[in-house]
């Protein structure tokens, strides 16, 4: 299965990286560039293993997906319930390790096309345009994690 990857190192503990990269609402609309809105789904409240979510990305698409683990501050893993035709499946992975002066996220996704006939084509734009995609979010959530308005937010 095709993947994408991207790091960046942030200078916060693996706490903070954790709970920024958790934000819901205003406070994950000020700094997540792919997001027009999301919601969690089924009286939901909070994240947590089991969860669904609702998310519109601002190029239109939507998606409703379900937190396959969450292990604060560590990891967290989602996976598709029901999304755009062209994915087969899509689920996407966020580790946070500490290292000298912060935390180094890693954010994953991985995916299949659909039909099979399209990959050939779809999967190489596709490796393109999320890796284009998660590359923008992972610098968008660095800059997050300096953001006084988005620390004050996760820890009041």
Partial sequence: MP?????????????????????TGALRMRWDPFIR???FLDGATA???????FTRARVGPS??????????????GMTMVD?????ATFGGGWRFNA???GTEAVWKYTYRIRPTWLRFIAEPIGQWLLGREIRARVAAFGRACEDPVVL?????
Wanted: aromatic share 10%; glycine share 8%.
């Fill in 3 to 23: 993947q994408v990857t991207a790091r960046v190192v942030v200078p916060v503990d693996p706490d903070t990286a954790f709970a920024v990269s958790q934000t």
């Fill in 47 to 53: 994240p947590a293993k089991g969860v669904r979510t």
């Fill in 152 to 156: 004050a937010g996760i820890s009041g």
């Fill in 37 to 39: 809105s999301q919601h």
């Fill in 63 to 76: 998606m409703v997906s379900r937190y396959t683990s969450y292990r604060p501050p560590t990891s967290v």
């Fill in 83 to 87: 999304g755009p035709w062209f994915f």
């Fill in 99 to 101: 290292v000298d002066g």
